[in-house]
T-cell receptor
Framework: DAGVIQSPRHEVTEMGQEVTLRCKPI?????LFWYRQTMMRGLELLIY????????DSGMPEDRFSAKMPNASFSTLKIQPSEPRDSAVYFC???????????FGSGTQLSVL | AQSVSQHNHHVILSEAASLELGCNYS??????LFWYVQYPGQHLQLLLK??????LVKGIKGFEAEFIKSKFSFNLRKPSVQWSDTAEYFC??????????FGAGTRLFVKA
């Protein structure tokens, strides 16, 4: 199994641009999570899906952030428009049905200039 | 609201020293507890987990953790650390459904 696959690994963009982060969970996993990691705030849960349905998006910081999961093998996290304070590492993780063990992707390092 | 507190943000130890990282959570119901490790430049990996049964759980690389329900704690321990244990350690709690909340993390630096 290739594990959770995220793309791109690095993204550098200018303030105001749209950014789309992509995630392919492990096949057969029912849950998918988007986390943001920063020095100041640690690892924050942004949103999570169960069976492709968004369950809790209370961690999404602003309306500029949106996430979709059109099918069981793909999810996107979009920031529009992006701001410098969005700079962080964004992790995607998936989980099978065994009560919460998460498998993380390698993350996307986002830098908004 | 559910939360996870890790007591130490930074820990510096010499090789062979013993390690204990504190973790407390706030949730009154049934929980599943985890410790994850993030080595420099890498993504998070599961170190150990507690679902039920023996409150002392053993994980990879000689790590163990003890669940004390009355104290809402799940402290991580290792009797003798190595330079290669230098990493950031995250305590995490899953309650109810699939929502997993992480603590702020503890950065461990082991001096060779």
């Amino acid at each position: 199994d290739a594990g959770v696959i995220q793309s791109p690994r690095h993204e550098v963009t200018e303030m105001g641009q749209e950014v789309t982060l992509r995630c392919k969970p492990i096949s057969g996993h029912n849950s998918l999570f988007w986390y943001r990691q920063t020095m100041m705030r640690g690892l924050e849960l942004l949103i999570y899906f169960n069976n492709n349905v968004p369950i809790d998006d209370s961690g999404m910081p602003e309306d500029r952030f949106s996430a979709k999961m059109p099918n069981a093998s793909f999810s996107t996290l979009k920031i529009q428009p992006s701001e410098p304070r969005d700079s962080a590492v964004y992790f995607c993780a998936s989980s099978p049905t065994d009560r919460g063990k998460l498998f993380f992707g390698s993350g996307t390092q986002l830098s908004v200039l | 609201a559910q939360s996870v507190s890790q007591h130490n943000h930074h820990v510096i130890l010499s090789e062979a020293a013993s390690l204990e990282l504190g973790c407390n959570y706030s949730y009154g119901g049934t929980v599943n507890l985890f410790w994850y490790v993030q080595y420099p430049g890498q993504h998070l990996q599961l170190l150990l987990k507690y679902f039920s049964g023996d409150p002392l759980v053993k994980g990879i690389k000689g790590f163990e953790a003890e669940f004390i329900k009355s104290k809402f704690s799940f402290n991580l321990r290792k009797p003798s650390v190595q330079w290669s244990d230098t990493a950031e350690y995250f305590c995490a709690v899953t309650s109810g459904g699939f929502k997993t909340i992480f603590g702020a993390g503890t950065r461990l630096f082991v001096k060779a």
